[in-house]
């Protein structure tokens, strides 16, 4: 399930983009996209050799990439070499989405129209974008923002004072007070001269059943979607930054926090103040341990706990020898 809510610049071609490469395979960019979900028109990208799977098999018209990398990318891409594949990213994105690196302010919003929506409904001081759908049955609080072609499902309720933007939601989802959804990542290419902004043009899907307490925000993908699966559970104050992909039937406690591109299985349990890094995978049926750090992947059916994070029984045998 993907949307672009970003106004994207028509007749961009490979070689407007990347005019001192030799293009041999011209052609007119539909869009940027990950490895995996890239078709013959998009342009994607390829930069560590933990995402070789997805090269071997992408469907991607162009990939950036390294000359150390290029050779797992399939024949009939045409492989862009660069030394730094992110900062030429940022760079392709801006080009194509020229607002996509800052949050602009949804200028289309107004009060909602009870002709439109005649079994939504809201609160005092509800404010609802261009194009937005919302499902029969649906709860709004007061003073809450809803941006432009935003999509929420039937049967949910959303609390008071709720942001949402570039965001797709499912049926029967509960969202609390004061939630932050869709909002631009932290993103930034270091140079020595400065840091570069990353635009993002990713959305967030959250699937059925879900519910989200109080003062949660949720990052939109970078190049990717950030995605809830169905009936998971956010605690409050949980964070989720760009691309992360939590699985179904989770439970996630308060003060939580997931780094960027980290991938959740299901029905997996985090405790309080965990944090978990970057672009790691957390398999099925994991249970971590209230406050810690997980720095490395955890395999199906793990229970971990400590900084950094360790098997149950080997955190309980260090702290039996302290």
Excluded: W
């Amino acid at each position: 399930m993907s949307l672009n809510f970003f106004l994207k610049k028509k007749n961009i071609y490979l070689k407007n983009l990347f005019k001192k490469h030799k293009i041999i395979n011209n052609f007119k960019i539909n869009n940027i996209k990950p490895l995996d979900n890239a078709e013959k028109y998009d342009l994607s990208f390829f930069d560590s050799i933990r995402y070789k799977d997805k090269a071997l098999h992408t469907k991607a018209g162009a990939c950036l990439t390294t000359i150390k990398l290029e050779k797992y990318l399939p024949q009939k891409v045409e492989k862009i070499i660069v030394n730094n594949v992110l900062f030429k990213l940022a760079e392709s994105i801006k080009k194509i989405f020229p607002y996509a690196d800052i949050d602009y302010p949804d200028y289309s919003l107004k009060k909602p129209s009870k002709t439109k929506y005649k079994s939504v409904k809201f609160g005092n001081n509800v404010l609802i974008g261009q194009n937005v759908k919302i499902g029969k049955n649906t709860l709004l609080g007061s003073n809450t923002i809803i941006e432009h072609d935003v999509s929420i499902g039937k049967g949910c309720f959303i609390g008071s004072g709720v942001i949402i933007k570039n965001t797709i939601i499912g049926d029967n989802v509960v969202i609390q007070d004061g939630c932050k959804i869709g909002q631009k990542g932290f993103g930034f290419i270091p140079l020595k001269e400065k840091n570069i902004k990353f635009p993002h043009i990713g959305n967030v899907v959250i699937e059925d059943d879900v519910e989200i307490a109080s003062n949660c925000t949720i990052d939109r993908g970078s190049v990717d979607n950030t995605t809830i699966g169905k009936n998971t559970y956010l605690d409050n104050q949980v964070h989720i930054a760009h691309n992360v992909k939590i699985g179904s039937n989770c439970m996630i406690a308060g003060q939580v926090g997931f780094a960027g591109s980290s991938i959740i299985g299901n029905n997996v349990s985090i405790g309080g103040q965990a944090g978990i890094s970057g672009h790691l995978k957390i398999g099925n049926n994991v249970k971590i341990g209230g406050g810690s750090g997980v720095v490395k992947d955890i395999e199906d059916n793990q229970t971990v706990m400590g900084y950094p994070a360790v098997p149950f029984r080997k955190f309980l045998k260090k702290k039996n020898n302290e």
